[in-house]
């Protein structure tokens, strides 16, 4: 309330009996006033105590959502993480070795029925070179050696030899025993055909062709050749067959390992 000035200046230069009571009151109502205030003022605190020990102690968290800015056009839209899948596990087992390749002994032999050649030659020219001179009949080596008597037979006994090595191939010892004799005799008969040949047979009777095959079948070097022959080729042959048989063990090992390596891959599929 809102007094005037006048009336303000009078009460307060001349104090009266009643104003002097009266200001008890009023001091009276305005500590009522402050104790109100002091303890609406002291409510207050601990209520905001009180809520800040209970912010603490709660589990609870809020969080205040988060606006998301909208995607950039034509930018990539962020694919979220696939969550793992366990997969049964695959067992894979080693496929098993390629089936090995049975190995020949053709190279071997026919490298051998070479050099069996060589060594008939020597023997051949050799031993006929000592029967003539045991017979007394002169033997010029040269003229001899350029002569179809010794490279008919020679030649025949290589081609029948390297021929009889391919098809022996890893054959044993009994056959090059029985393969022996075959060489011997086609040499010999082949190099008496072959010869009479190149006489121009054609030309001549039957009767004289008769003579001359007869004559030639039962010449020395003929004879020479069918012996020697027989030899070189059956001991060559012995070379050979061994060679077969180291050829057909080896064989047999590659095999057995690759029937065990089938086997374990099989047992590992199964498993």
């Known amino acids: 309330m809102v007094l005037p000035a006048g009336t303000l200046a009078t009460a307060e230069s001349t104090p009266t009996a009643e104003s002097t009571p009266a200001a008890e009151p009023s001091e009276t109502a305005h500590a009522t006033t402050v104790a109100e205030a002091e303890a609406i003022a002291a409510e207050e605190a601990q209520h905001d105590r009180s809520s800040a020990e209970t912010a603490i102690l709660s589990p609870e968290v809020i969080v205040a959502p988060v606006a998301v800015a909208p995607a950039q056009q034509g930018a990539p839209e962020p694919v979220a993480p696939q969550p793992e899948v366990d997969r049964p596990a695959t067992v894979t087992a080693d496929a098993p070795a390629e089936r090995p390749r049975r190995k020949g002994n053709r190279g071997v032999g026919v490298l051998l029925a070479f050099l069996g050649a060589v060594v008939f030659a020597v023997l051949y020219a050799a031993i006929t070179a000592l029967v003539y001179t045991l017979a007394g009949r002169g033997f010029d080596v040269l003229e001899y050696a350029t002569s179809s008597a010794f490279i008919v037979p020679t030649a025949t006994f290589l081609v029948v030899f390297v021929l009889a090595a391919l098809f022996i191939n890893r054959a044993g010892w009994w056959a090059w025993v029985i393969g022996s004799l075959v060489i ?61 048989r180291t050829v057909r063990a080896r064989n047999a090992e590659a095999r057995a390992a690759y029937d065990r390596e089938r086997e374990e891959s099989t047992d590992t599929a199964a498993i």
Do not use: H
């Open 184 to 244: 011997a005799v086609v040499t010999y008969f082949a190099s008496s055909g072959i010869i009479l040949l190149l006489a121009d047979i054609m030309t001549l009777t039957p009767s004289q062709a008769q003579e001359l095959w007869m004559g030639l079948l039962f010449s020395a070097p003929l004879i020479i050749a069918l012996v020697v022959a027989r030899e070189v080729s059956l001991w060559f042959g012995a070379l050979i067959a061994a060679r077969g």
